[in-house]
């Protein structure tokens, strides 16, 4: 059985480690935690590229590769993620065991050190972040902004987001603005570099064969040079509960041939930690899973959706449902949605359809459990929620919700916004 155990390693440094001889590789993130803000999205973002492009000893990517080679391919990857109104940035490594190579060689030590070196030592000229670094990642990141409208299905789903929650920092988008990104430069980065890294919690998992105060030590020793100047506590994500909600629509034309189609609703209500697993099995009942009604209903038996799903947002308490519709099926579509979650909450649910729910959410956290990035991802969002339940008691939970439960979860979804992408050909008494 795994060994989980969280330690401190210093001043808002935490360490959660998952001893286990599951996995023939081992893992190991350093992942930094601060406020989603629009003035900070573009450089979180571009961030972690900046720093894996050198270190002062490695100065460029060849080097680094050079490094890696000789720890028989272990890989030290960027990462953002965006939770609630968190942002959460820094590096994932992967590494084999070395119980399965030839002299069973220690690979966790200098992996460690290497990554500390990533994230604490950058490639500098003048005291500073390298401009050629700064300018090729930030025209990167401008690039990848400005071809997310590519994405028909994302595109929708963040325009949705912007506009239900404008004002709040959960509707910036992960990646920030172009316009934000242009305004980056070698100071503003550096800057907010030496700022983060003084000052941000830092989460770090592992997940391998070595004891967990083995790890600890050596990542105390890797991230010695960490600056800590006064850890700022990270704010809440803010989960309005008061004030009237007035559904609006939003219509933007493109040049599509399938209409994308996005409801939003707030849970409002709702315990995060009390309810958690029974909003987890309402979504998997409403269109979270293959046996969801909106799955079978919308689209197995009325036909009226290419695709619709629901997904949930715990952080935020959020539901939304996404759906791949003809424009002129657009207000079929958004009542049968609505006429599901209405049947749920008059308490429909049949109970092969609840028994179907609770297993496919316990399903999802167990597959997750069985590798090691799926560890790492369930134990982030333990960290930013600051949950007591660990992830097999979270399952355990969710196989016992009862129907009365995932009812109430359905009562407390409150239409907000509704978002069509429809197509310039289409009249608009379609929609």
């Known amino acids: 059985m795994d060994k989980v155990a969280r330690l401190g390693l210093g001043s808002g440094v935490y360490l959660t480690a998952v001893q286990s001889e599951r996995f023939k590789t081992g893992c190991l993130s350093v992942t930094l935690l601060t406020e989603h803000t629009k003035k ?123 506009t239900m929650f404008r004002g709040e ?58 600056p800590r100047g006064g850890v700022r506590e990270m704010p809440a994500t803010l989960v309005p509960e008061t004030g009237d909600i007035k559904p609006r629509t939003i219509v933007e034309r493109m040049d599509v041939t399938q ?10 209500g709702l315990d995060r930690a009390r309810d958690t697993a029974a909003m987890l099995v309402f979504n998997a009942a409403f269109g979270g899973s293959a046996a969801s009604r909106l799955f079978l209903d919308l689209r197995e038996r009325l036909a009226l959706c290419y695709h619709v799903s629901s997904s949930l947002d715990r952080h935020k308490r959020a539901l939304f449902v996404s759906a791949g519709i003809d424009c002129g099926d657009f207000k079929r579509a958004r009542e049968e949605i609505m006429k599901e979650l209405g049947s749920i909450a008059d308490g429909g649910l049949e109970e092969w359809e609840l028994d179907s729910a609770r297993r496919a959410v316990v399903s999802s956290i167990y597959s997750a459990l069985d590798e090691p990035t799926g560890l790492e991802g369930m134990y982030l969002d333990r960290a930013v929620l600051d949950e007591s339940l660990h992830p097999g008691e979270l399952a355990a939970l969710a196989s016992t919700v009862s129907a009365e439960a995932v009812r109430d979860v359905a009562r407390a979804a409150v239409l907000s916004h509704t978002y069509l992408l429809a197509s310039e050909e289409n009249d608009a008494e379609k929609v």
């Open 40 to 162: 900070t999205a573009a450089l979180n973002a571009v961030l972690p590229y900046v720093l894996r492009r050198g270190t002062a000893g490695l100065p460029d990517m060849e080097a680094i590769a050079g490094r890696l080679d000789s720890l028989y391919g272990a890989r030290i990857e960027p990462t953002l993620r965006k939770r609630g109104e968190t942002a959460a940035l820094g590096f994932f490594a992967d590494f084999p065991d070395g119980d399965f190579l030839p002299g069973r060689p220690d690979l966790l030590s200098p992996t460690a050190q290497l990554l500390g070196e990533v994230l604490l030592s950058p490639a500098t000229s003048g005291g500073r972040l390298r401009a050629d670094y700064v300018e090729s990642e930030r025209d990167k990141l401008i690039e990848d902004i400005e071809a997310e409208i590519n994405d028909k299905r994302s595109y929708a789903g963040q325009r949705l987001v912007e």
């Open 169 to 226: 920092r959960y509707g910036v988008p992960k990646l920030g603005t172009a316009a934000d990104a242009r305004k980056i430069s070698v100071q503003t980065l550096t800057r907010h570099y030496k700022s983060l890294i003084a000052s941000a919690r830092v989460e770090a998992f592992y997940c391998g064969a070595a004891r967990p105060d083995q790890v600890a030590r050596i990542l105390r020793e890797a991230l010695a040079d960490l």
């Open 259 to 268: 209409s994308r189609l996005v409801m939003g609703f707030r849970l409002r």
